[in-house]
């Protein structure tokens, strides 16, 4: 499963550090407690046994990644079954190091992938935010800097009114829905 959040954006020549990725203390442990009772997590029992956390090359244009060594088909069956799921491989971006809140939430996100909930659905946000929230724009300098990345290689550097002709600056990645200065609609 990939992390989805860089928008296809460039993180750019990150290097790979020589120490492996760090799992913070309680980090596994809250999440699958917070797991529990969720039917979809079918790997859950095995699951902190059978990760291994390595770096994404510094390239890489996703922030996170889950790798299920079993091919796809032996992945079904042992879903079906609710047997151990094998070696699962977790890459992080080094990137997520200058951000220690998106790192816990990438993590996060991928080892509930591992655990078993494949799919990204509001059941998968709802426990990634309660394990390990995202950080808001402004407490993250990573989400500013990919912001920025964006907006840099976009278009539209500008947005225009047509009603009143105000024309200002882009600073947000979405379209805005009302003028900044007569508030109809665009």
Same mark, same amino acid.
């Given at each position: 499963?990939?992390?989805k959040? /860089?928008?296809?954006?460039?993180?750019?020549? =990150?290097?790979? %550090?020589?120490?492996?990725?760090?799992?913070?203390?309680?980090l596994? !442990? /809250? *999440?699958?407690?917070?797991?529990?009772? &969720?039917? !979809? *997590?079918?790997?859950?029992?095995?699951?902190?046994?059978?990760?291994? =956390?390595?770096?994404?090359?510094?390239?890489?244009?996703?922030l996170?990644?889950? #790798?299920? !060594?079993?091919?796809?088909?032996?992945?079904?069956?042992?879903? #079906?079954?609710?047997?151990?799921?094998?070696?699962?491989?977790?890459?992080?971006h080094?990137?997520?190091?200058?951000?220690?809140?998106?790192?816990? $939430?990438?993590?996060?996100?991928?080892?509930?992938?591992? *655990?078993?909930?494949?799919? $990204? @659905?509001?059941?998968?946000? *709802?426990? &990634?935010?309660? =394990?390990? %929230? /995202?950080?808001?724009?402004?407490? @993250? %300098?990573?989400?500013?800097?990919? #912001?920025?990345? =964006?907006?840099?290689?976009? @278009?539209?550097?500008?947005?225009?009114?047509? @009603?009143?002709?105000?024309?200002?600056? #882009?600073?947000?990645?979405?379209? %805005?829905?009302?003028?900044?200065?007569?508030?109809?609609?665009?």
């Amino acid at each position: 499963m990939e992390r989805k959040g /860089a928008g296809g954006l460039s993180l750019g020549s =990150v290097p790979t %550090p020589s120490t492996p990725p760090h799992r913070p203390d309680g980090l596994f !442990e /809250a *999440a699958i407690a917070a797991l529990s009772g &969720t039917t !979809e *997590a079918v790997f859950r029992p095995w699951i902190e046994d059978r990760i291994t =956390v390595i770096w994404l090359e510094g390239e890489e244009k996703r922030l996170g990644m889950t #790798r299920f !060594e079993e091919g796809p088909n032996e992945l079904a069956r042992r879903r #079906r079954l609710r047997l151990d799921p094998g070696e699962v491989t977790i890459g992080l971006h080094p990137i997520l190091l200058e951000d220690e809140r998106m790192y816990a $939430h990438t993590l996060v996100h991928e080892f509930l992938h591992a *655990a078993g909930l494949t799919a $990204h @659905s509001a059941d998968h946000d *709802a426990l &990634t935010h309660s =394990v390990a %929230p /995202a950080p808001s724009f402004k407490e @993250s %300098p990573l989400l500013q800097r990919m #912001r920025d990345g =964006v907006l840099g290689k976009a @278009s539209k550097q500008q947005w225009t009114c047509g @009603s009143c002709g105000y024309e200002w600056k #882009r600073t947000t990645v979405r379209r %805005p829905t009302r003028c900044h200065k007569c508030a109809r609609p665009l």
